[in-house]
């Protein structure tokens, strides 16, 4: 006699041919680099463990003196001729409107500019541009546009945009300007059962962890009489000491933080591991980790005791061949990043969870092929690194950084961060100065390295007007 199977079994059997089989395991593939330093250049995984390994708290409580308008950026460069240019951001800040605003008592825009440490400021010579609209006209003819420039703390947030169940930027935003949305929009919220806020546009999203300290974005509403000053107390009692509204002006309907920019400037600090240093020995280190190692060879090398996190999209092997120095010198950085200034380039392999590439062209029939993907072209205006000291206000002790300035058009996802940790990869291997450049035309984007961390990272500003040399820290 034959038993026949239980329900259960049956069920089970049924789920066994209906389910599909598990994926086969991800074969993660190093990139095969052809040059001379293809046995000195790091692998992912050793990449990530060398910059994150450094001391980001340090750098993370400077960002944070600088957004509440206790220090300036300017104070890394301030003592090499014996001055102190330490100006408060908030000083500045508070009488500059880049674009479409006015400082206090007059009726020119100004501009400021950083020139060897010392932030000055300039007349435009240029007519304001705010527009108000007139009494007869209605619809969005009829609205009125805010612009906004916010200083925040990366660290203290989730990033800039708006997602469920995290603590955002947009998210803090939206919400402090709820109370200004005019009737019309407040009631068809309501209907939809959603929360009564504001919709805040912005010049370019920030990542968790990454500071502002002059993000530029702007909201519209049909009501006349909001204010200005209201608009900046709203924000500015949302999360006191991590988020500060610097000034909110009424600017013309056609302006568009984002498409409206000319160009982005962002800063990224990188604190070395040394031992606290005085004044007398700051300038006379330039490399990172100049040990002499047992065997004679200058730098560190990677061991087997190196072992950290694995790397998402990147090697799970730990492969290495022998022992790859990561001392490197700041000059040499600077170098690779000066070759990309004045190009117009395609960063796709710098950039990072972003679609395919529109210069990427796919055939649709034989006689017809088109692009697909995002834009991937940027100019570069400003490319440089140099050394600098961050000095604790807590101890007294000052870190070795060193200091990455970019200006471009515009960036892709994680792109600053990408070009840091490779042009640091780069360095500490050795490569040609045109490294970067060779890297454009690379395969996969397993070519370069890993981002580098956000707590390094700051938006400094967003530029509405040509963009001029003078308007960077680093010469």
């Not at 500045?92 to 010392?118: D, M, T």
């Not at 961060?417 to 450049?437: P, Q, S």
Request: net charge neutral; hydrophobic share 35%.
């Amino acid at each position: 006699m034959i038993k026949q199977p239980t329900a259960a079994a049956g069920l089970r059997l049924r789920n066994m041919i209906e389910s599909p089989a598990p994926p086969p395991p991800r074969d993660y593939v190093h990139y095969q680099h052809t040059d001379a330093c293809s046995l000195s250049r790091w692998t992912a995984k050793e990449s990530y463990q060398f910059m994150n390994a450094r001391p980001w708290q340090k750098v993370n409580d400077f960002y944070l003196d600088v957004v509440n308008g206790r220090r300036s950026l300017s104070e890394l460069f301030a003592k090499e001729d014996g001055k102190d240019y330490r100006f408060s951001f908030s000083e500045i800040a508070a009488r500059i409107w880049k674009w479409e605003g006015k400082p206090y008592g007059s009726k020119f825009p100004l501009k400021y500019a950083v020139h060897y440490g010392a932030e000055v400021v300039e007349d435009c010579g240029k007519p304001e541009l705010v527009s108000v609209p007139a009494p007869d006209r209605t619809g969005r003819w009829a609205r009125v546009t805010f612009r906004i420039l916010l200083s925040y703390h990366g660290n203290s947030f989730d990033g800039w945009q708006k997602q469920p169940g995290l603590n955002t930027v947009q998210g803090l935003i939206e919400r402090s300007l709820g109370k200004f949305v005019d009737e019309k929009k407040a009631q068809l919220l309501k209907e939809k059962k959603s929360p009564i806020e504001g919709c805040a546009l912005v010049a370019g999203r920030t990542d968790k962890g990454v500071t502002a300290l002059e993000q530029v974005c702007s909201f519209y509403t049909w009501r006349k009489d909001v204010k200005a000053m209201d608009i900046e107390d709203a924000i500015n009692g949302a999360a006191p000491g991590k988020i500060r509204a610097i000034s909110v002006s009424q600017v013309s309907r056609e302006f568009h933080p984002n498409f409206s920019a000319k160009w982005r400037h962002y800063f990224y600090i990188f604190p070395f591991n040394d031992e606290n240093v005085d004044e007398a020995s700051q300038c006379k280190k330039n490399v990172l980790d100049s040990d002499v190692s047992g065997d004679g060879q200058c730098g560190e090398h990677f061991g087997e005791e190196n072992s950290g996190d694995e790397i998402d999209d990147y090697d799970h092997t730990g492969q290495r061949t022998g022992n790859k120095p990561i001392s490197f010198e700041v000059s040499h950085v600077n170098q690779l990043l000066q070759q990309l200034e004045g190009k117009l380039l395609s960063f796709r392999m710098f950039a990072r969870d972003t679609k395919a590439s529109r210069n990427i062209a796919s055939v649709v029939s034989a006689d017809k092929t088109e692009t697909c993907g995002p834009p991937t072209e940027c100019f570069v205006f400003h490319a440089r690194a140099a050394e600098a000291y961050l000095l604790s206000t807590k101890d007294g002790t000052s870190t070795r950084t060193m200091c990455v300035e970019l200006v471009a058009n515009r960036f892709l996802r994680k792109m600053v961060r990408v070009l840091v940790a490779t042009a640091i990869r780069e360095a500490a291997a050795g490569a040609d100065e045109d490294a970067l450049l060779k890297l454009m035309d690379a395969t996969c984007r397993r070519a370069t390295a890993p981002p580098a961390p956000p707590d390094g990272l700051c938006l400094v500003d967003v530029g509405y007007t040509e963009f001029e040399k003078k308007y960077c820290l680093i010469p």
